[in-house]
């Protein structure tokens, strides 16, 4: 007999399910939402607490609506939470350094969190008085301000509807990450302030930042350090200094970054690549895509010599250091315009590609780029291909753009002496169609692939060729070899421009929410 589930047991297993959700409310442990009480002690307990229950419950820490004052924060394995900011709640950084935390000469950050799994943090104003802090003013790039927020070492993190500003550093900053989202953020902070940069993600693999508005005085957004599989996308920068990679560390390995539908106002650089004399490593798969660009200076820019006058080339430096692959500008338009305050200013060059001879820009592909500028690219050791959409015209820095049409010749086995010159005497590797072609397109000189036959499709034999002869090659079951026609990419239309987010306003002052 098939036994039906009672109510009784329906209610019974919804009962067990809610005695394994906790709520941690941060007034309930002393935090006063009155916009004056120094509530540190009582946040960082209520976070303590919801860390020793969340191995064996799902937790939520919960700020009701209120004004909290608190000083930096930390907690470490928060798994399986929430960190609810409910409507109305308005946190404010403790204005008395005296209070603060370092971590040798820097400050620590006013929140921060550490090998989390499962944790997604929503809602809440965030303020983070960054005029307090002008007792740190130094000369130099190092800053010892505090970070708003850095998280360490998570793993599927979320965070979202958040609103960020007046912030004495950073904004946002994963360092170390396993699926990361964030979304529907706003951070605003004047255009005037340094180093303080709005959402960057450092060793993470598969981020993905979207629909975010951002108003600041450094990298909008940014990716560093080991960084793959990561999108920025749907979002306006204004002020600062454009969508970033590298920066000034020793090592950089970044693969497959996107930046996509993306406005940028008033900036000093729009498309921004950068890394000093001595940062090791490869760059490659990165793709700016439809950017709009408004009052830039500097609209695409890659330097391998940032911070140059630090970081000097020394005589036992290896001939090729650094390398950087393909790099893709598709469907970017940039004009002149009025200053809002922030870095910008009328275009000086389309594109400014200052590479060196240990770390040459020679893949740099131009798709559907339309800078307004009579001025000319410049830049050295850099090369690359542009279709002729490009302007300002860059036929004389790129080659035309070309498209590969591959067309299958079945049962034809070519290979030296056979109809064709062997790239490959033996097999390139177990590979797919695409990725078979794809060796060959990064290939000089091949024109053709030869692969033995496999079912459904799978990886297999791979050989690459050249000067293939069709006629000549043997004929027969097992093989088939495949040859590539290149042709001139034709133009393609140039995207709508798209408003400003209406959510800035001229003539900003700092907001203070206490």
């Known amino acids: 007999m098939r036994r039906v589930p009672t109510l009784n047991c329906v209610l019974l297993a919804c009962s067990a399910v809610a005695s394994l959700a906790q709520t941690f409310d941060v007034t309930k442990f002393g935090a006063v939402g009155d916009g004056s009480t120094d509530s540190t002690k009582y946040v960082q307990a209520a976070f303590d607490a919801a860390t020793g229950a969340s191995g064996s419950s799902?937790?939520?820490?919960?700020?009701?609506?209120g004004s909290y004052v608190f000083g930096p924060v930390q907690f470490e394995k928060l798994n399986n939470a929430v960190i609810e900011f409910a409507d109305g709640a308005e946190m404010a950084t403790l204005q008395d350094a005296e209070?603060?935390?370092?971590?040798?000469?820097?400050?620590?950050?006013?929140?921060?969190?550490?090998s989390c799994n499962g944790l997604t943090i929503r809602g809440g104003v965030f303020e983070g008085h960054n005029s307090y802090w002008d007792f740190t003013k130094n000369p130099k790039q190092d800053n010892p301000r505090p970070f708003m927020m850095q998280f360490t070492d998570m793993t599927n993190f979320k965070a979202h509807d958040m609103k960020l500003q007046n912030a004495p550093h950073t904004h946002f900053k994963v360092g170390g990450g396993e699926t990361v989202e964030i979304f529907n953020?706003?951070?605003?902070?004047?255009?005037?302030?340094?180093?303080?940069?709005?959402?960057?993600?450092?060793?993470?693999?598969?981020?993905?930042?979207?629909?975010?508005s951002i108003q600041n005085g450094d990298d909008c957004m940014k990716a560093n350090d080991n960084s793959k599989n990561i999108v920025f996308e749907n979002g306006t920068c204004i002020g600062g200094h454009g969508l970033s990679i590298g920066g000034g560390s020793s090592s950089l390995d970044i693969q497959n970054v996107t930046f996509r539908d993306i406005d940028l106002i008033d900036m000093s650089y729009g498309a921004r690549i950068?890394?000093?004399?001595?940062?090791?490593?490869?760059?490659?798969?990165v793709t700016y895509e439809k950017l709009r660009m408004k009052h830039v200076k500097r609209p695409l820019y890659i330097t391998t010599g940032y911070e140059s006058m630090e970081a000097t080339l020394s005589s036992t430096t290896m001939s090729m250091r650094f390398n950087v692959g393909d790099i893709n500008y598709i469907g970017i338009t940039a004009v002149d315009g009025e200053g809002m305050?922030?870095?910008?200013?009328?275009?000086?060059?389309?594109?400014?590609?200052?590479?060196?001879?240990?770390?040459?820009?020679?893949?740099?592909?131009?798709?559907?780029?339309?800078?307004?500028?009579?001025?000319?690219?410049?830049g050295k050791e850099f090369g690359g291909d542009a279709s002729s959409d490009v302007t300002p015209d860059a036929s004389s820095q790129f080659k035309p753009a070309t498209q590969a049409t591959w067309s299958k010749h079945m049962g034809r086995n070519c290979y030296g002496g056979h109809g064709a010159t062997n790239i490959d005497t033996d097999p390139v590797g177990k590979l797919t169609l695409a990725d078979c072609e794809k060796s060959c397109d990064e290939s000089t000189g091949c024109t053709g692939i030869t692969i033995k036959w496999s079912l459904n499709g799978e990886p297999t034999?791979?050989?690459?060729?050249?000067?293939?002869?069709?006629?000549?090659?043997?004929?027969?079951?097992?093989?088939?070899?495949?040859?590539?026609?290149?042709?001139?990419?034709?133009?393609?239309?140039?995207?709508?421009?798209?408003?400003?987010m209406s959510w800035h306003k001229a003539g900003e002052q700092e907001i203070l929410v206490v």
């Open 341 to 378: 305050g922030g870095s910008g200013s009328n275009i000086v060059s389309p594109g400014d590609f200052e590479c060196d001879s240990t770390a040459p820009c020679t893949n740099i592909h131009l798709r559907n780029v339309d800078i307004s500028t009579k001025t000319k690219w410049t």
């Open 99 to 114: 209070k603060w935390g370092k971590d040798g000469d820097d400050y620590i950050p006013w929140i921060q969190g550490s």
């Open 185 to 212: 953020m706003h951070l605003q902070t004047k255009m005037n302030t340094a180093n303080t940069d709005g959402i960057m993600l450092a060793n993470v693999n598969n981020g993905h930042v979207h629909n975010v």
């Open 274 to 285: 950068k890394f000093t004399k001595k940062t090791t490593g490869s760059i490659s798969g």
């Open 461 to 500: 034999d791979c050989w690459r060729r050249s000067n293939i002869n069709i006629a000549a090659c043997d004929s027969g079951d097992g093989y088939d070899t495949w040859t590539k026609t290149l042709t001139t990419m034709p133009p393609s239309q140039i995207p709508a421009s798209m408003d400003i």
């Open 58 to 65: 799902f937790v939520t820490v919960l700020f009701p609506k």
